[in-house]
């Protein structure tokens, strides 16, 4: 039936003035409300008011203005039923054929500093989510915008044939119950959040796309990278890339894996990993010094790994870099010397992060995983320990160096696949055993990564020993300290055996399994 009405009010008003006068140029009457309605006439595009349509003023500081039978009778009518279209000419209503709404800037509010609940709640759209669905329910004779990237599509189809594809209408109604479902779930989240009840009876989310990927964990499959809303700087899906071709799936979760771990550290660190597991963390007086240890944990591993660092890198550290293959460095910025260093490989990707922040300012608080059929949700593990909290449990205590040496452990092993073992020594890993069906095989092949370097160093465990044999393994190396839950029946055969060996040992009460 060709557009002849359009119906127009937006919050995001980007490219609507051009986009109105050629569809005023193309013979489409415009109807407008509030703030659209006096830039259009201000900008000379021919509009009519919504009260001039409806025949009632827009009233409660414009709350009610388009929720009226002139607007959604307009919208919802089929117009090849021949009731409906004998009603709208009884009643003396006309089609509306083109809805373009984007809706109040809810998020843009709520992610304002400080902003009250009063503010937030008045920025909850209710008119044009409404229309929008309206219009997206009745798209086969009714085309919607809620994106300014589509305006040049409508406008394209409207010159050459006086409307649009039914296709080009099913996508735009597509796309309007997305944006919808997005606004509603932000909204929910929120006043989910405000009263307290962050797992209610029904959980929705809502992601933005940043990116296609070429592919996702394997080749065969399919994948996308999506923010959350309102997420700050410090993550990935903020992250500058400064050099490099595009991230991959599994770059994505080892940078991610990386990031996660050097935020942990209050000292200059670095962090390499490889397949989502840390293969050498290191701190230090400078990032020099924090990356030659994590370097030197797993010379090995490290090479075509993903390296994190919480501080700039600055050219020392950009030559030790370029010395060997890395998939990606991340850090809050890199110098001049040090970019002008490192894009000479073709290959590295280089993120700049801005401001990291702490472990325990991560974006979400809640971490959903998919499962076949439905997901879980969890609380993200941001626990963290002094020294204040520990509990020695050995006739000896450990030393100042041992206990550095144990908190430096621990963080790290709390990123570790379960089951896992860390062994630290020096400010950095000397050992890490990841992803291990029981907790012997992951110790030994932390004690046999780090042979010699196992002689003093501190061993952290994720969760505690099921029974000694994990400690008469550890002295057998050289282990003098241990960090463990502690928890188990046969807590007192572990502390026996150490005991025994002279190893100071202490539990934290806390787990933290990896899966």
Same mark, same amino acid.
């Given at each position: ?31 407008? $409300? ?6 259009? /006439?201000?900008?000379?595009? *021919? ?116 409307? $649009? ?6 996508? =735009?109604?597509? &796309? ?11 909204? /929910? ?9 962050? =797992? *209610? ?30 997420? *700050? ?44 597991? @840390? ?52 850090? *809050? ?9 490192? $894009?000479? &490989? &073709? ?12 472990? &325990? ?36 205590? @450990? ?47 932390? =004690? ?24 008469? =393994? ?42």
């Amino acid at each position: 039936m060709g557009i002849k009405r359009a119906l127009v009010s937006v919050s995001d008003k980007t490219g609507i003035v051009d986009f109105c006068r050629e569809l005023s140029n193309l013979g489409v009457e415009i109807i407008s $409300t509030g703030g659209t309605s006096s830039l259009l /006439s201000n900008e000379g595009v *021919p509009v009519i008011g919504i009260s001039d349509v409806t025949g009632f003023p827009e009233i409660m500081d414009g709350r009610v203005k388009t929720l009226h039978p002139a607007v959604h009778s307009g919208l919802l009518a089929v117009r090849d039923n021949a009731e409906h279209q004998q009603q709208m000419k009884d009643l003396g209503l006309d089609y509306i054929d083109l809805v373009v709404v984007n809706l109040y800037p809810f998020q843009e509010t709520i992610a304002k500093p400080g902003v009250s609940y009063e503010d937030a709640i008045e920025n909850i759209d209710i008119g044009g989510p409404t229309m929008l669905r309206s219009a997206a329910k009745n798209h086969a004779f009714v085309s919607v915008v809620v994106d300014a990237a589509d305006y040049e599509q409508v406008l394209a189809e409207v010159r050459e044939s006086g409307d $649009t594809t039914l296709e080009t209408r099913k996508q =735009l109604a597509a &796309k309007v119950f997305r944006h919808t479902a997005a606004y509603d779930a932000l909204i /929910s989240d929120y006043l989910s959040n405000v009263n307290g009840d962050p =797992l *209610p009876e029904r959980y929705t989310v809502t992601y933005e796309k940043i990116q296609d990927l070429r592919y996702g964990e394997n080749p065969h499959q399919q994948a996308a990278f999506y923010r959350k809303p309102l997420a *700050p700087n410090g993550t990935l899906t903020t992250a500058e890339q400064l050099h490099g071709k595009e991230l991959s799936y599994n770059n994505i979760n080892d940078a991610n894996a990386a990031l996660q771990i050097v935020k942990e550290f209050d000292a200059p660190a670095v962090v390499a990993v490889k397949h989502m597991n @840390p293969c050498g963390v290191g701190t230090g007086e400078n990032i020099y010094e924090a990356y030659m240890k994590a370097y030197n944990a797993d010379p090995t591993s490290i090479f075509g790994g993903i390296v994190a660092a919480n501080r700039t890198i600055d050219s020392d550290t950009a030559v030790k870099l370029s010395e060997i293959f890395l998939e990606i460095v991340l850090a *809050p910025d890199f110098t001049p010397e040090a970019l002008e260093i490192l $894009t000479k &490989k &073709k290959n590295i990707r280089l993120l700049k992060m801005g401001e990291l922040g702490s472990a &325990k300012e991560r974006t979400s608080q809640f971490v959903v995983t998919s499962i076949d059929g439905g997901m879980v949700v969890q609380q993200s593990d941001i626990h963290s320990i002094d020294e204040g909290d520990l509990q020695v449990v050995t006739d000896r205590a @450990p030393s100042a160096e041992e206990m550095k040496q144990l908190l430096f452990g621990w963080k790290v092993v709390k990123h570790v696949k379960s089951n896992a073992i860390v062994l630290a020594a020096d400010d950095m890993t000397v050992g890490v055993g990841a992803g291990q069906m029981n907790r012997v095989g992951a110790a030994k092949i932390a =004690l046999e990564q780090a042979g010699d370097k196992a002689k003093g160093a501190a061993l952290a465990s994720d969760a505690f020993f099921p029974m000694g044999d994990t400690v008469e =393994l550890a002295a057998k190396h050289g282990i003098t300290a241990i960090i463990q839950p502690g928890g188990s029946i046969k807590d007192e055969e572990s502390i026996k055996a150490a005991n025994e060996h002279g190893i100071a040992m202490v539990f934290t009460g806390v787990r933290h399994f990896k899966h």
